[in-house]
């Protein structure tokens, strides 16, 4: 069953924030992983306030989707993005 990693992002510190994204993104593949929503533009339908930055990967199963998580390739990532932005990130199965 195919798994979704979900991340509502708000970036506090774009240029910090550049240095992420392509580690990150160049360690998704590895694992099986294909972006399905990586920014864009987002209308929000209900709620208030959240994190104006979603992104959405599937991965082949949840295990595949932890193994990138817990990777090197992402750890080395990590710490970049958690001081450039704060938000949720998630590990969903999918229908």
Not at 50 to 63: K, M, N, Q, S
């Amino acid at each position: 069953m195919p798994a979704f990693v979900i991340a509502e992002v708000e970036v506090t510190n774009p240029s910090g924030y550049e240095e992420y994204r392509p580690l990150a993104g160049a360690s998704v593949a590895q694992y099986g992983g294909r972006f399905v929503v990586r920014g864009g533009k987002a209308e929000r339908l209900e709620g208030e306030g959240g994190a104006p930055r979603l992104v959405v990967i599937e991965f082949p199963d949840a295990a595949a989707a932890r193994r990138w998580y817990d990777s090197p390739e992402y750890q080395k990532a990590l710490p970049i993005r958690l001081a450039n932005s704060r938000g949720h990130v998630f590990i969903v199965d999918g229908a």
